[in-house]
């Protein structure tokens, strides 16, 4: 499949632990960010999200964390599963704007 | 997948050749995107549009054009090709995404072009 990075950040946990993927955002002024999971060879999926009027949110398997004064994202990911190796990256959207602002990603590898 | 669909899939062409991709959506969605991935600089936004014939620049404009003469469709056309074009492209739309309604990006499959 394609290489979305040749140079990512890596983190590698066993089968059945928790994860925790960081991630920093760049504007003081973002009001909403994204995690997407990004599989080998195809496209970014949305995995669960969170307004800045928030500090967490909680999905299947998945909590958000939002901490707006050091301008930090996280992402848990509770008894990982084989199926969670991929390239998880965050995205901010700044107020007002209709775009987004992509991280680089850093990629999960789950060890049997 | 919010029903994204993109053609083709994987193409080859050479220096100096046109070349266009198209985006399908069958949702109606207003807003489409083009974003091309690339190691070590993750999604960068090409062109957007927020509906049909309304279309602005991204981050990476130069050496692209879109068009969005229907709603389900928009293309994004290399005019002459280079090598360094060579990339993954990916289309996206705007759709309902968590809390409260805020609306979000959905990706293609994306469509993988080697530039000669």
């Known amino acids: 499949g394609e290489s979305v990075g040749l140079h990512l950040p890596t983190l590698s946990v066993q089968e059945g632990d928790n994860s925790i993927i960081n991630c920093a955002y760049s504007n003081s002024a973002s009001d909403y960010f994204i995690w997407y999971k990004q599989e080998s060879g195809k496209g970014p999926q949305f995995i669960i999200d969170i307004r800045s009027n928030m500090d967490k949110r909680q999905g299947q398997r998945v909590t958000v964390l939002l901490n707006k004064t050091v301008k930090h994202l996280s992402l848990q990911i509770a008894a990982t599963q084989p199926g969670d190796s991929a390239v998880y990256f965050c995205a901010e959207r700044v107020q007002g704007a209709q775009k987004l602002v992509f991280g680089q990603g850093t990629r999960l590898t789950i060890n049997p | 997948d919010a029903g994204i669909t993109q053609s083709p899939r994987h193409k080859v062409t050479e220096t100096g050749t046109p070349v266009t991709l198209r985006c399908h959506q069958t949702?109606?969605?207003?807003?489409m995107y083009w974003y091309r991935q690339d190691p070590g600089h993750g999604l960068r936004l090409i062109h957007y549009s927020y509906g049909v014939k309304d279309t602005d620049k991204g981050e990476v404009s130069d050496g692209y054009s879109v068009s969005r003469s229907k709603t389900e469709d928009f293309l994004l056309t290399l005019e002459s090709a280079t090598s360094s074009q060579t990339s993954v492209y990916f289309c996206a739309i705007r759709g309902r995404g968590g809390p409260g309604g805020t609306d979000t990006q959905y990706f293609g499959p994306g469509t993988r072009l080697t530039v000669l």
């Open positions: 949702e109606n969605h207003r807003y």
